[in-house]
């Protein structure tokens, strides 16, 4: 790609970088039955809450509220149906997956914080350039997203997703290299990433399917 066309096309790469802020995430994918109790009578229901909840499920409850219901105009964008329904966005499925994994009794919390690199042009042209990894250090998930279609950059979060599995259980540490054919052990622990991260994924899409 020449330089003129990646300077035009770069402010468009950067929009929405990193859209995901990770509470906005935790709260959809945790605590979105408050979401819910909420949308039945949300100023009664937020004034009863307010008293009764505490730590997180209250930060959540005021998140819910002064995000979505009082500025209806967000809860038309966004449908109000993260979880419920097809979801309409990227940010929207990946919290549905998210949630649809912890409903599932998967160990992945405290949830990864996840970057989103969309601007990657060299990593893009290269054929065997990243997709996503897992960092345990961080504890973060990285996505690449650019020229990719959004189901595939899910199923690439549902696999590295199994890797965050991996690390709650501490079975990441004996690990010193990236290549499987060196080592049978990471052949096991992606082995199971692909197979795992594939199946919840494909569980994921088929029970919104049929909803
Ligand atoms: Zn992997």
Redesign the pocket.
Same mark, same amino acid.
């Given at each position: 790609m020449n330089l003129l066309v990646k300077e035009l096309i770069q402010p468009l790469l950067n929009f929405n970088l990193n859209e995901l802020e990770d509470y906005e995430m935790k709260y959809w994918a945790i605590y979105a039955d408050i979401f819910d109790t909420l949308k039945k009578d949300p100023n009664k229901i937020y004034n009863i809450l307010k008293n009764k909840l505490t730590g997180e499920h209250l930060k959540a409850l005021e998140y819910f509220y002064n995000e979505y219901f009082l500025r209806p105009e967000k809860l038309m964008e966004n449908c109000g149906c993260m979880h419920t329904q097809q979801p309409i966005n990227f940010r929207s499925a990946l919290a549905s997956l998210t949630k649809y994994m912890i409903d599932q009794g998967y160990n992945i919390t405290p949830l990864p914080k996840v970057k989103i690199i969309n601007n990657d042009i060299e990593n893009a042209d290269n054929i065997l350039g990243k997709t996503a990894?897992?960092d345990p250090s961080s504890c973060s998930i990285t996505l690449y997203t650019l020229n990719r279609h959004p189901k595939d950059v899910l199923r690439s979060y549902s *696999?590295?997703m199994? *890797?965050r599995i991996q690390d709650n259980e501490e079975r990441l540490n004996n690990v010193n290299t990236t290549n499987t054919n060196k080592d049978s052990n990471l052949q096991d622990?992606?082995k199971e990433?692909?197979l795992n991260g594939n199946m919840i994924f494909r569980n994921w899409e088929d029970s919104i399917k049929n909803k």
């Amino acid at each position: 790609m020449n330089l003129l066309v990646k300077e035009l096309i770069q402010p468009l790469l950067n929009f929405n970088l990193n859209e995901l802020e990770d509470y906005e995430m935790k709260y959809w994918a945790i605590y979105a039955d408050i979401f819910d109790t909420l949308k039945k009578d949300p100023n009664k229901i937020y004034n009863i809450l307010k008293n009764k909840l505490t730590g997180e499920h209250l930060k959540a409850l005021e998140y819910f509220y002064n995000e979505y219901f009082l500025r209806p105009e967000k809860l038309m964008e966004n449908c109000g149906c993260m979880h419920t329904q097809q979801p309409i966005n990227f940010r929207s499925a990946l919290a549905s997956l998210t949630k649809y994994m912890i409903d599932q009794g998967y160990n992945i919390t405290p949830l990864p914080k996840v970057k989103i690199i969309n601007n990657d042009i060299e990593n893009a042209d290269n054929i065997l350039g990243k997709t996503a990894y897992y960092d345990p250090s961080s504890c973060s998930i990285t996505l690449y997203t650019l020229n990719r279609h959004p189901k595939d950059v899910l199923r690439s979060y549902s *696999h590295e997703m199994i *890797h965050r599995i991996q690390d709650n259980e501490e079975r990441l540490n004996n690990v010193n290299t990236t290549n499987t054919n060196k080592d049978s052990n990471l052949q096991d622990l992606e082995k199971e990433a692909y197979l795992n991260g594939n199946m919840i994924f494909r569980n994921w899409e088929d029970s919104i399917k049929n909803k």
